[in-house]
């Protein structure tokens, strides 16, 4: 009986994981896609007078239109370096987008992509009575505990949040896609990942 309980959580945490995962990539290529019917609008009358109507196989009102997104994204980003603009934004997201499934996750992985520790998710090495294992740091209390989030493999977007003190738990110099991957794995291939982060901390 315990196994069928055991096989009924593992599905339900997966399809759960699954769709937490699906919803912010699904509002993403939305909005994307959305943002570039609209570059287009603006790109077609440009493209119209340059006497060129491709570069390389593609459309110049496409070419347009991308640079044009790339600069706004540019200009956007600059905006919410801004202290002002930063803190507006970071109300809005405490408010509102943080309820959206699977944004902090998200926001998480792509912080990593930056040198800044605000908000960023860091793979990390957790050690319990009799095992170790890897996980995500989530945060990091003011008592200097670190919150811990430990996958259901093969789910890197679900699994048991754990409270622990901070000597038993190891931060993991690894991208996070390498992490991701191993935890998809169910692990396969970790004692090579685990001498690379030990590699990338001694450098």
């Known amino acids: 009986m315990s196994e069928k309980r055991g096989k009924i959580h593992f599905i339900k945490t997966t399809v759960i994981g699954g769709l937490l995962f699906l919803v912010p990539v699904v509002v993403l290529i939305f909005v994307l896609t959305e943002a570039a019917d609209l570059m287009l609008m603006v790109a077609d009358p440009l493209a119209d007078l340059v006497p060129l109507d491709s ?4 459309a110049l009102a496409n070419i347009i239109a991308v640079v044009v ?6 200009i956007a980003g600059l905006i919410a370096r801004k202290t002002f603009i930063r803190t507006k934004v970071e109300s809005l997201e405490n408010k509102v987008l943080s309820k959206l ?5 998200l926001k998480g992985m792509l912080n990593g992509l930056e040198e800044t520790d605000d908000h960023r998710l860091f793979p990390v090495l957790a050690t319990f009575n009799s095992s ?5 740091e989530i945060d990091r209390l003011s008592d200097g505990r670190v ?3 430990v996958p259901s493999s093969p789910n890197p977007w679900s699994g048991m949040v754990n409270i622990m003190e901070a000597e038993r738990v190891q ?10 991957e191993n935890v998809e ?3 396969q291939g970790m004692e090579e990942m685990l001498k690379t982060a030990e590699r990338a901390s001694q450098t």
């Open 55 to 58: 570069i390389a196989g593609v």
């Open 69 to 74: 997104m790339v600069l706004i994204c540019f």
């Open 185 to 187: 794995r169910f692990g």
């Open 101 to 105: 499934p699977g944004y902090v996750m």
């Open 147 to 149: 919150v811990v989030m």
């Open 171 to 180: 931060r993991l110099d690894l991208p996070m896609t390498a992490y991701m």
């Open 132 to 136: 170790a294992r890897i996980g995500l």
